[in-house]
């Protein structure tokens, strides 16, 4: 009843194919030997040392990410280097690390989109920008909501999902705008902003939205934005791609998610007269 990391690789492989990512991505085993065993697979958002300190501390055989460790060419990883550091403790520690970036955006159904639009109660979600080859593979969701709300109202749904994170929550529009279509990228989705807008959605859920491109769109008809961090856009398919790999192996591995919050942002300093998320919503 032994699985093997090649057979964990392939399950996941399964579910987001490579063939799925970008051409800039770097996804796939990139530590770990086909042929050991896998006992624990944890998922995590980000291949950072307080993750990989967990999959010390817990005995994980796998580590399975969203973010690659090494996205950029690299000719060497000396212990002596920061990400070089983390693949040496790795191998020491008898653990692999497996990469599902784009691929995992992208994929139908168990993706990185559907999880997000998933917690956010979306009904019948659909590709926001589909490939040409396969309308249910694409880049972002759209979806609607089983009852139109305002924007207030939408954005302090979000906040009540998703990790809680230093950054919060922030909406850019109508606070009293109504909402009933939802378009939503995890990670940084604002170049997706003008299919949002051919999509009809009402607002556009992203994250790592800048100042001039949210001035910019709110001078002409088109979606509200909500712009979350980029952790906890993609937290949410973690629980969903964990429970996915252990039923595809027959439960013959133990999976978990890391309970390391891996958002950059550590504190955030509330200014006199913001008040509360409605506060913040006011116009």
């Known amino acids: 009843m032994t699985v093997t990391l090649g057979e964990v690789v392939a399950a996941l492989e399964g579910r987001y194919a490579p063939a799925l990512a970008e051409d800039w991505d770097a996804v796939g085993l990139v530590c770990g030997d086909p042929d050991e065993p896998v006992r624990r697979v944890l998922f995590a958002v980000d291949p950072v040392g307080a ?20 996205l950029t060419p690299v000719h ?19 653990a692999g690390l497996f990469v599902a970036h784009t691929n995992a955006d992208r994929a139908p159904a168990t993706g990185v989109n559907d999880a997000l639009a998933g917690v956010l109660g979306l009904i019948d979600p659909r590709p926001v920008l589909p490939a040409a080859s396969d309308p249910r593979v694409g880049l972002g969701r759209v979806g609607r909501l089983a009852e139109p709300m305002s924007l207030r109202g939408f954005a302090e749904r979000v906040a009540a999902a998703l990790p809680v994170t230093a950054g919060g929550v922030r909406a850019a529009g109508d606070p009293d705008r109504r909402v009933a279509t939802v378009a939503v990228c995890g990670g940084s989705g604002g170049s997706l902003l003008p299919a949002a807008a051919a999509a009809g959605a009402d607002v556009l859920l992203t994250s790592d939205l800048k100042h001039h491109p949210v001035s910019e769109a709110l001078e002409v008809p088109g979606p509200a934005l909500v712009d979350v961090a980029h952790f906890a856009s993609e937290w949410p398919w973690l629980p969903v791609a964990a429970d996915l790999l252990a039923r595809d192996l027959g439960n013959r591995v133990e999976v978990a998610v890391s309970t390391r919050r891996t958002d950059p942002w550590t ?12 506060g913040r919503l006011s116009g």
């Open 51 to 70: 993750v990989v300190d967990e999959v010390v501390e817990t005995g994980a055989d796998l580590l399975v990410t969203h973010h690659p460790l090494l």
């Open 76 to 94: 060497g990883v000396p212990a002596d280097d920061p990400k070089g550091r983390l693949v040496h403790r790795l191998i020491r520690a008898g």
């Open 267 to 278: 504190a955030h300093v509330a200014q006199p007269g913001t008040g509360g998320s409605a």
